[in-house]
């Protein structure tokens, strides 16, 4: 799924003047990035996990900055991972922004303007664990077909390994087993079981799979073959 981008700028607030500012020798744009990537996980519940967040800012002359505007651009979010679709499309909004505040006269009584501009970026990745579930199952899949012998798990490691898991109690991670698909049931206790790796599977799925590949389905933990 592709990444969703939120952006804005506009006219940052200068910090009181101390009267020790410094003299540029041309207008220039201060320009403070914020910028924040965040994974949002949707399943098994919705949560926002933080990827990436700080702020830089950037010195540019204001001629320069229209002359070479999708360049400049371009290196100032070279270390973000942004895609180019974005910059493309933001590019013609954050030049007209920056020309509008040009053409506003905003400059001081001696020696170079500096314009400090705000431009927050927010990356939002979406990620879903069934389309990693699904692949994984796939991978497993296409591995066992791939050889001429499957590698089941032994009988007597599936019976010591499976630990049985009450869902009524709250200590139970996921809310359906990721074989089926199917959501478990309070009071089914025993038909509810956790391998080693603590990922959870109804008993009759995770053992007929073990019976054929030891690997767990989620995250490939080998069982004792």
Not at 33 to 46: A, I
Not at 75 to 97: N, R
Request: hydrophobic fraction near 40%; charged fraction near 20%; glycine fraction near 4%.
């Amino acid at each position: 799924m592709e990444s969703i981008y939120e952006y804005h700028i506009c006219r940052e607030e200068q910090e009181q003047d101390d009267g020790n500012h410094i003299q540029l020798p041309c207008d220039c744009f201060l320009i403070h990035l914020y910028f924040r990537h965040v994974l949002q996980v949707d399943y098994p519940q919705r949560a926002v996990i933080p990827m990436a967040s700080f702020c830089q800012p950037f010195l540019v002359p204001c001629d320069a900055f229209f002359a070479l505007g999708p360049t400049i651009l371009h290196d100032m979010f070279s270390e973000t991972g942004v895609s180019q679709d974005f910059l493309e499309a933001a590019t013609p909004h954050i030049l007209s922004f920056a020309l509008d505040m040009v053409e506003e006269g905003t400059t001081r009584s001696a020696g170079g303007a500096l314009l400090p501009v705000a431009l927050v970026v927010l990356v939002a990745t979406p990620y879903d664990d069934r389309d990693e579930i699904e692949r994984a199952i796939r991978e497993s899949t296409e591995e066992a077909r791939s050889v001429i012998v499957t590698v089941p798990a032994t009988k007597s490691s599936i019976d010591e390994a499976l630990r049985n898991v009450r869902i009524d109690d709250g200590s139970c991670p996921t809310r359906e087993c990721s074989i089926c698909l199917e959501e478990f049931c309070n009071g089914l206790e025993p038909e509810v079981v956790c391998m080693p790796c603590s990922h959870v599977y109804h008993r009759s799925c995770i053992v007929r799979w073990l019976q054929t590949s030891h690997l767990c389905p989620m995250c490939r933990f080998p069982m004792p073959t």
